[in-house]
């Protein structure tokens, strides 16, 4: 049986030791980072932080692919090369953001369902011939007072796996990506809970809409205490929580499985993915890596400032960041590498 060019792209997304660079902000996402830097949110320097991350040496060894917004797909670097073609040269695979964000849940105070299905395929079609290679649509789910609701988990597994079945429609590896947000004072049982309910009705529909598992990619939240919980669960259950979950409810058919950051800090991030990846090495089906925005991207944001001068600098932090990942994902990070670097 010959292996499909989407088998091919999601095992490469996963391959060991690499993961994926989130870096599909909304023109209004990346507003509010570029606010914590005071750098206005124009398109030039949109286009001028993008070309920094991505023309950084030596990224490919740890980036696999790179999730990029509709306009980024568009842009080119500042010698004119276009962003999907220069991340293809230095080996990592342009992806998309397809959705069109996160909208209110009618009759669901507090709850939204992602938006975007309309025009999808037309979509997927030009992506692909502009060198995307896979997609991505985020699903969130809050959990608080009589939230979530079977309301919530059904609508958002729905248009995931409606999403997935159009991506593959049109030769792009669906990254699905069903976020339970980490706001509020929820325990850690409470985030288990809504979590496996989530990826069971997930892959429930999945299966109704016909979805290749193999050819998909799993992006989840980590099952860990909410943001203002009193007790903070440790990293070892933190770890051992997100990876029974996982095992209940994501069939081994699943190519791999990609973790967002969701507002953990840079370096707790890190040492979640390596606690998992240390404590059930050659153990799990799939393998297990990061497809981090905000904890890859963080301290090179804060370097840059917006100025051309601090560009190395700037790189630097990135590539020491993916550094550190890439070891988490095969269990290898160590805290005292952090210290060497700084
Ligand atoms: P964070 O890692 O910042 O949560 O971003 C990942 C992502 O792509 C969210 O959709």
């Known amino acids: 049986m010959s292996v499909s060019e989407m088998r091919q792209t999601a095992l490469a997304m996963v391959a060991k030791g690499r993961g994926i660079l989130a870096a599909d902000e909304s023109t209004g996402t990346i507003e509010k980072r570029f606010k914590s830097i005071g750098v206005e949110n124009t398109e030039p320097n949109r286009r001028a932080y993008r070309d920094m991350l991505f023309t950084t040496r030596g990224l490919g060894q740890y980036v696999s692919g790179v999730i990029l917004y509709d306009e980024t797909l568009r842009q ?38 992602t938006e975007g299905l309309d025009g999808l395929a037309k979509r997927c079609a030009e992506y692909y011939k502009m060198g995307a290679r896979f997609a991505k649509w985020r699903a969130v789910i809050t959990i608080g007072k009589d939230m979530p609701t079977t309301t919530c988990i059904a609508a958002n597994a729905h248009a995931l796996a409606r999403y997935a079945a159009i991506c593959q ?56 205490s909410g943001a203002d919980a009193k007790r903070q669960a440790p990293v070892d259950e933190v770890a051992d929580r997100t990876v029974t979950i996982l ?92 210290k060497k670097a700084a």
């Open 169 to 224: 429609a049109n030769g792009l590896v669906p990254i699905v990506e069903p976020e339970v947000l980490m706001d509020g004072d929820h325990t850690i049982e409470r985030c288990q809970e809504v979590t496996e309910w989530t990826l069971n009705a997930v892959y429930d529909a999945l299966y109704v809409n016909r979805v290749s598992l193999e050819e998909s990619v799993l992006k989840p939240s980590m099952v860990i």
């Open 76 to 113: 080119s670097s500042h010698d004119g090369v276009p962003f999907p073609e220069l991340l293809a040269r230095n080996g990592m695979i342009p992806g998309i953001k397809v959705d069109a964000g996160a909208k209110d849940l009618a009759l669901c105070p507090g709850e939204k369902v």
């Open 247 to 338: 095992k209940r409810c994501v069939p081994a058919a699943v190519a791999g499985i990609v973790f967002l950051s969701g507002g953990q800090s840079d370096e707790i991030a890190t040492e979640h993915l390596d606690a998992m990846n240390k404590r059930f090495k050659g153990n799990l089906p799939w393998p297990l890596s990061f497809s981090y925005g905000r904890a890859l991207q963080h301290a090179s944001l804060h370097a840059w400032k917006g100025s051309a001068a601090n560009v190395a600098a700037a790189q630097a932090a990135l590539l020491h960041r993916a550094r550190m990942n890439s070891l988490a994902a095969t269990g290898e990070y160590r805290p005292d590498l952090e």
